[in-house]
């Protein structure tokens, strides 16, 4: 079994910033990619960046040259810097992993989400 733990949402204001991260956890073979995504209000869940295993990043438009996606020491853990943050962007964020399980089965799994709130 993989969990994801995600951390680091709260209350900033228009301006600053926060940093998330997303560890995997649990039995698995390898990650192949992790990514940040949210959910706004009546609409679909939507990419904001992601990080695949060889390095490559995609960002959504909304948050190109604001938001930085990077990987820590390990495959497992990623991170989401966001600056400049906008009331926009208020939201849970939500961490997704793909991988293998240690059968070589596929896995896509979600985390529990974090809430990002940018009020004045």
């Known amino acids: 079994q993989v969990q994801l733990v995600e951390s680091g949402g709260g209350l900033v204001q228009p301006g600053g910033s926060l940093r998330l991260s997303c560890t995997a956890s649990?039995?698995?073979?390898?990650?192949?990619?992790m990514g940040w995504y949210r959910q706004p209000p009546g609409k679909q869940r939507e990419l904001v960046a992601t990080l695949n295993r060889g390095g490559g990043r995609e960002y959504a438009d909304s948050v190109k040259g604001r938001f930085a996606i990077s990987r820590g020491g390990a495959d497992n853990v990623v991170y989401l810097q966001m600056n400049s943050l906008k009331p926009e962007d208020t939201d849970v964020y939500y961490c997704?992993?793909?991988?293998?399980?240690?059968?070589?089965?596929?896995?896509?799994?979600w985390g529990q989400g974090t809430q990002v709130t940018v009020s004045s």
């Open positions: 649990g039995d698995y073979f390898a990650i192949i990619g």
């Open positions: 997704k992993a793909q991988g293998y399980y240690t059968n070589r089965r596929i896995f896509e799994l």
